[in-house]
């Protein structure tokens, strides 16, 4: 049987290198998810539900031993009913077709719940339209979308045993999102999934960030030391490790700034020297073509080009240079070349990666990687860019985290949805246990190895039913009182089980 489960944000930054704000930002008074000591979601109240028409999206069994995740559509009006059942189909598609959540999708349901905003679109500069859960940016800038009207979404939350985790859909085609007791995201066909399955990541399976600059570093994919490495299990060269992969952060900027073409911005950091290669990251919005704009570093040209298909909305570029940088002081530089998009285009964030020559730039090479802080204090990562707790365009989670995403998917959820019992001619019992379809019992097939084990038994003298061993089904024989059946699921990309949840026991009455 599903249990209540807790809530809880992870994504919160601030100021980094000079002082600016990060990716993310704290969610204030909703951030403890708790009120008088109730999860937030739980607490009652006296908030009625907005009125709502709830369609399945991804239904994979009942809500009682399913993780539900609902999405809940702002800003859409009553003629765009269609397009925000559309808009969550398309979220829900894009996260469990081939990556990021397929191989745990029979543990998932999603559904979409719509309610008519008066306005549509979501709110800029601070300021909510009229709409259902009030969702607004906090200025124009692309990043965190936040919500005005918790208490209305908690109580269409209350309204359906489908939400365990709430999802506010903003009608917006631009990059935005935030993580939390709700989490928040935009339409972007470029962005929207992305910034989802990051946040998601969040709130499931209960880790902190990858990327650098941010204030909360913790869980299954966050190591303080190397003394203590929760995914020692996962090192590519165990043999080797504990081997620090030697890297620096020379700068990191969130300049949130709109650009103009009579002047460029730059900013001077230190290098020193001692260092293969290097790595300009940043990201953009309302760009147009790529004689937009010229990225700069000590004055040569890096060769930006813009990705077609994002238009003006924000993208996060990477260009990986295969030299180090001299010793000593260096200029970053962006220059905006149309004059046509000024009070448009703006730069939102950089940062310089520096990397020694024994760096392992393998995308699967699972190790420890350094992430550095908004203060500049160092912890530990398992990939380099393959999770997208740390860069939000790869679709797939590292090795750890797929391994918290089952053990926190599985945790609340029974593998046995029910026992079903056919009574036979000579007395006998057909009793069928009807699994989550998972292993031999997946609809869909999974690249990933995984196995479910069945063992049925007689618990008035506890005899094992050797000759039904791994069938779903078994004979009980007459005068037999009560039956048991064991399942244990084994699947590649869980190595650590320390609270046993992979492994379950139902007693069951033999009913005549």
């Not at 809530?7 to 919160?12: N, Q, R």
């Not at 719940?113 to 601070?126: H, K, L, N, Y």
Request: glycine share 8%.
């Amino acid at each position: 049987m599903k249990t209540s489960k807790s809530f809880f944000i992870l994504a919160a930054s601030t100021g980094v290198a000079l002082g600016q704000f990060c990716e993310h930002q704290w969610e204030g008074s909703f951030a403890d998810h708790k009120v008088n000591g109730v999860p937030y979601l739980q607490a009652r109240q006296d908030v009625p539900a907005p009125p709502l028409e709830i369609q399945p999206l991804i239904v994979n069994g009942p809500s009682s031993n399913r993780i539900d995740l609902i999405f809940f559509g702002d800003g859409y009006t009553e003629d765009e009913k269609d397009k925000f059942f559309a808009d969550a189909l398309f979220l829900a598609a894009n996260l469990t077709d081939g990556q990021t959540y397929a191989s745990v999708l029979p543990l998932m349901n999603f559904w979409a719940g719509f309610s008519s905003s008066a306005e549509s679109g979501i709110g800029v500069g601070g300021q909510p339209l009229d709409t259902v859960y009030g969702l607004y940016r906090d200025g124009t800038e692309l990043r965190g979308v936040y919500y005005d009207k918790p208490e209305v979404a908690r109580a269409a939350c209350q309204s359906t045993d489908a939400c365990d985790f709430p999802i506010l859909l903003g009608n917006d085609p631009l990059y935005g999102g935030l993580g939390g007791t709700f989490t928040t995201v935009t339409v972007s066909p470029i962005n929207g999934p992305a910034v989802l399955r990051h946040e998601l990541g969040h709130s499931i399976i209960g880790v902190g960030e990858e990327y650098d600059g941010g204030q909360v570093y913790r869980g299954v994919n966050s190591a303080q030391s190397t003394d203590s490495v929760p995914w020692e299990l996962w090192y590519t060269e165990p043999a080797t490790e504990p081997k620090i992969q030697r890297s620096n952060m020379p700068i990191q900027a969130y300049p949130w700034t709109l650009l103009n073409a009579t002047q460029s911005w730059s900013q001077t950091f230190v290098s020193t020297g001692t260092y293969a290669s290097y790595l300009l990251q940043f990201s953009v919005s309302g760009m147009t073509a790529s004689t937009d704009l010229r990225a700069e570093i000590d004055g040569k040209d890096v060769g930006w080009a813009i990705k077609p298909e994002v238009g003006v909305d924000r993208y996060i570029y990477n260009m990986k240079m295969d030299k180090g940088l001299a010793p000593g002081e260096h200029e970053v530089k962006f220059s905006l070349l149309n004059e046509a998009i000024e009070g448009s285009a703006q730069l939102c964030n950089l940062e310089v990666m520096e990397y020694g020559e024994e760096f392992d730039l393998e995308l699967g090479y699972h190790g420890l990687y350094p992430t550095f802080s908004d203060i500049n204090e160092t912890t530990y990562r398992p990939t380099n860019n393959m999770c997208l707790m740390r860069d939000i365009y790869t679709a797939n989670f590292c090795n750890a985290c797929m391994e918290g995403l089952w053990l926190s998917l599985l945790g609340p959820l029974s593998f046995i949805d029910n026992i079903t019992q056919v009574a036979l001619p000579d007395g006998s019992i057909n009793a069928t246990v009807h699994l989550i379809s998972l292993a031999q019992s997946r609809q869909v097939p999974t690249p990933h190895e995984e196995a479910y084990t069945i063992l049925w038994y007689c618990t008035d003298e506890n005899v094992v039913l050797e000759d039904w061993t791994n069938s779903t089904s078994a004979i009980i024989p007459q005068g037999v009182t009560e039956f048991g059946v064991e399942v244990k699921f084994w699947t590649e990309q869980v190595r650590v089980d320390n609270a046993g949840i992979l492994a379950e026991k139902q007693r069951s009455s033999v009913a005549r």
